[in-house]
């Protein structure tokens, strides 16, 4: 392989698909993603299945991302030296594979028992990055051993008590993650009927609280550890969970705690990105929260064009929210996100199987991505602009 070859040309799974078809086998899971989900949602208990599923409100949202990602079709050319694709980025300084990876989903235990151990293991088998989440049922260290060399970011829930949000940082930068993601839109639960209907919320369960109970602050002041004693902490995460008097003065502290690239997930306003861009974090995310938060808000690929207009050439600008195939991907990146973080999908694919179902997920999503490069004759993302769009 010449040095400056691409390690993996991931559209060329479709050959060990077909291969093991010659063989008598097929898939174990659905590769069209409407099936997959419906299986997904079948598999799992009521109240899981409607707080992986569910949105805020009516769903707008939710319908908003994907009509906004359908609205924009592909525009191939032809005749173009294809034989190689490079998927490869390097934010951070950091290599990755690909610009995909696995965005941040809270208490994944109520979708497969492994839960976060099995997202990271899934991320690491194929190389891309994961966002390891605050509201998880394994800890970020134990998260960050299943992920090996694979990249990864901590997603920061800014908790209301400064001690417990810098000890969070702190254990983060221990752990190797490469980036702080502040998850901005969520100082609170959005409105979600499906939740409500259910009177579910699982961390009142005690579910999802990994990371606290094991942090040596959030312990302190407790009369018995948490496994002794659930409730008291259970009682203690209600009160320091979410902090709705943040503001952006407060990435100054941040930024004093930790040498770790900052990045905002939650923008959806040009003017919010150009502030972040003030106020000297490395990066955005473009993310409605899949529609969980805000009912009736703008679709999150809609909001991507003017927030790369206003910071692209200074920020990494990154997307989720509504992706559920390469396709998709190929969209978000030709409108200027630097990278796509997938999230709904891999958890139908754990749901079902796993790990393995989740790196099945992920590998397909990549497969169609490069595939959808090379017929679109774009082999590069340096050759993806807004000219592969039409309306």
């Given at each position: 392989?010449?040095?400056?070859?691409?390690?993996?040309?991931f559209?060329?799974?479709?050959?060990?698909?077909?291969?093991?078809?010659?063989?008598?086998?097929?898939?174990?899971?659905?590769?069209?993603?409407?099936?997959?989900?419906?299986?997904?949602?079948?598999?799992l208990?009521?109240?899981?299945?409607?707080?992986?599923?569910?949105?805020?409100?009516?769903?707008?949202?939710d319908?908003?991302?994907?009509?906004?990602?359908?609205?924009?079709?592909?525009?191939?050319v032809?005749?173009?030296?294809?034989?190689?694709?490079?998927?490869?980025?390097?934010?951070?300084g950091?290599?990755?594979?690909?610009?995909?990876?696995?965005?941040?989903?809270?208490?994944?235990?109520?979708?497969?028992?492994?839960g976060?151990?099995?997202?990271a293991?899934?991320?690491?088998?194929?190389?891309?990055?994961?966002?390891?989440?605050?509201?998880?049922?394994?800890?970020?260290?134990?998260?960050?051993?299943?992920?090996?060399?694979?990249?990864?970011?901590?997603?920061?829930?800014?908790?209301?008590?400064?001690?417990?949000?810098?000890?969070?940082?702190?254990?983060?930068?221990?752990?190797?993650?490469?980036?702080?993601?502040?998850?901005?839109?969520?100082?609170?639960?959005?409105?979600?009927?499906?939740?409500?209907?259910?009177?579910?919320?699982?961390?009142?369960?005690g579910?999802?609280?990994?990371?606290?109970?094991?942090?040596?602050?959030?312990?302190?002041?407790l009369?018995?550890?948490?496994?002794?004693?659930?409730?008291?902490?259970?009682?203690?995460?209600?009160g320091?969970?979410?902090?709705?008097?943040?503001?952006?003065?407060?990435?100054?502290?941040?930024?004093?705690?930790?040498?770790?690239?900052i990045?905002?997930?939650?923008?959806?306003?040009?003017?919010?990105?150009?502030?972040?861009?003030?106020?000297?974090?490395?990066?955005?995310?473009?993310?409605?929260?899949?529609?969980?938060?805000?009912?009736?808000?703008?679709?999150?690929?809609?909001?991507?064009?003017?927030?790369?207009a206003?910071?692209?050439?200074?920020?990494?600008?990154?997307?989720?929210?509504?992706?559920?195939?390469?396709?998709?991907?190929?969209?978000?990146?030709?409108?200027?996100?630097?990278?796509?973080?997938?999230?709904?999908?891999?958890?139908?694919?754990?749901?079902?199987?796993?790990?393995?179902?989740?790196?099945?997920?992920?590998?397909?999503?990549?497969?169609?991505?490069?595939?959808?490069?090379?017929?679109?004759?774009?082999?590069?993302?340096?050759?993806?602009?807004?000219?592969?769009?039409?309306?």
């Amino acid at each position: 392989m010449a040095p400056d070859q691409p390690r993996e040309q991931f559209g060329d799974h479709y050959r060990s698909i077909y291969l093991a078809g010659a063989g008598g086998e097929r898939p174990t899971l659905p590769v069209d993603w409407r099936e997959l989900e419906a299986r997904a949602v079948e598999a799992l208990d009521e109240r899981a299945a409607g707080y992986v599923a569910g949105s805020a409100g009516t769903g707008g949202t939710d319908r908003a991302n994907r009509r906004a990602l359908d609205a924009r079709r592909i525009v191939p050319v032809m005749l173009r030296d294809v034989a190689v694709r490079d998927l490869r980025i390097s934010p951070f300084g950091k290599e990755w594979p690909a610009p995909v990876g696995l965005a941040p989903i809270g208490v994944q235990t109520i979708v497969h028992p492994d839960g976060e151990l099995a997202s990271a293991r899934a991320a690491a088998r194929v190389g891309v990055p994961l966002i390891a989440g605050t509201a998880a049922g394994h800890t970020l260290e134990a998260i960050a051993a299943e992920l090996g060399t694979s990249p990864r970011l901590f997603q920061l829930y800014w908790p209301n008590d400064p001690e417990l949000c810098e000890s969070f940082v702190g254990r983060a930068e221990a752990a190797g993650y490469e980036a702080i993601v502040v998850t901005v839109d969520n100082a609170f639960p959005g409105w979600k009927p499906r939740d409500l209907q259910n009177a579910y919320l699982p961390a009142i369960e005690g579910i999802g609280l990994a990371n606290f109970f094991a942090d040596p602050v959030f312990r302190t002041g407790l009369e018995r550890a948490p496994e002794e004693d659930p409730g008291p902490a259970i009682g203690k995460f209600i009160g320091v969970f979410g902090n709705p008097s943040l503001t952006w003065d407060d990435l100054d502290w941040l930024r004093s705690r930790t040498s770790l690239p900052i990045l905002l997930k939650g923008i959806l306003h040009p003017d919010d990105a150009r502030e972040a861009r003030e106020r000297g974090v490395e990066g955005v995310i473009v993310s409605n929260h899949g529609g969980r938060q805000v009912d009736g808000a703008v679709a999150a690929f809609d909001a991507l064009p003017d927030v790369v207009a206003a910071v692209g050439d200074e920020l990494t600008v990154q997307f989720d929210s509504g992706i559920r195939s390469g396709a998709d991907a190929f969209k978000a990146l030709a409108a200027g996100a630097d990278a796509v973080f997938v999230g709904r999908p891999y958890l139908w694919g754990m749901a079902l199987e796993g790990a393995e179902g989740a790196e099945k997920v992920l590998r397909w999503i990549l497969a169609e991505l490069d595939l959808t490069m090379g017929l679109a004759g774009r082999p590069s993302l340096a050759d993806l602009d807004e000219s592969a769009l039409r309306p």
